[in-house]
């Protein structure tokens, strides 16, 4: 039973673009919410996160969208570029982030020329 | 900035072998965790521990044991591999009540 839902698997996007990635989760007891980029041989690597306490978060051309009453969360990647290109995997956890992360499923981001 | 290590990068065993895998956390960091990375999967959480003492436990299979050292650095310990066993295996770590959790680039154990 996947705890956090992600959305969509794969999604290609031109360079310049906006890259929209989609996560919904069911447990309520989750209070920090963070995405983490992967390339290929390497560990996650944070991006960016928030708490359910703001409804936005932005930080250079990532932003993060929260809807606490879906129980929903979106990456926006914006003028996305060749080098964005990796997998994304939105994650959550309880007790402030304090306890282990629990991913989803991944996207596998491609950005084209 | 010091990141968190692990070693070896990669292994190759055979099935029914044993392996360690070590990982030193970022200094000053208290807490380590372990995850299972599947071939095109999501990170599945293994174990975790908290100034030495395990803090939580995921799917671990009862054949692998971890702990964490008086220096912070943990190892995972894994018998009886089966071919079911190979994976990326991340090791994260973080300072207690400070998010995020830093991860290593893993170790990339093969089963043959």
């Known amino acids: 039973q996947q705890q956090v839902k992600q959305s969509p698997q794969s999604l290609i996007v031109q360079k310049g673009g906006i890259s929209i990635i989609n996560c919904a989760y069911e447990?309520?007891?989750?209070?920090?919410f963070p995405w983490y980029q992967q390339f290929p041989g390497k560990g996650p690597a944070l991006l960016i996160a928030i708490r359910p306490d703001v409804s936005e978060k932005k930080e250079g051309r990532f932003t993060i969208s929260f809807n606490k009453s879906a129980k929903q969360f979106s990456l926006h990647i914006m003028d996305s570029q060749p080098g964005d290109s990796a997998t994304y995997f939105c994650?959550?956890?309880?007790?402030?982030?304090?306890?282990?992360?629990?991913f989803g499923t991944g996207t596998r981001l491609t950005i084209i020329p | 900035a010091a990141g968190v290590i692990q070693s070896p990068r990669h292994l190759i065993k055979e099935k029914r072998e044993t392996a360690t895998l070590k990982c030193y956390p970022i200094?000053?960091?208290?807490?380590v965790y372990w995850y299972q990375q599947g071939p095109g999967q999501d990170p599945q959480f293994l174990i975790s521990?908290?100034?030495?003492?395990?803090?939580d436990k995921g799917s671990i299979p009862d054949r692998f044991s971890a702990q964490q050292f008086s220096d912070y650095h943990s190892e995972l310990n894994m018998s009886s591999l089966e071919l079911g066993d190979s994976a990326l295996y991340f090791c994260a770590s973080s300072s207690r009540g400070e998010q995020p959790q830093h991860f290593g680039d893993g170790t990339r154990l093969s089963i043959l």
């Open positions: 521990f908290y100034e030495k003492m395990q803090s």
């Open positions: 994650a959550a956890s309880s007790n402030f982030g304090n306890e282990k992360l629990t």
């Open positions: 200094p000053r960091h208290d807490t």
């Open positions: 447990n309520t007891a989750f209070d920090y």
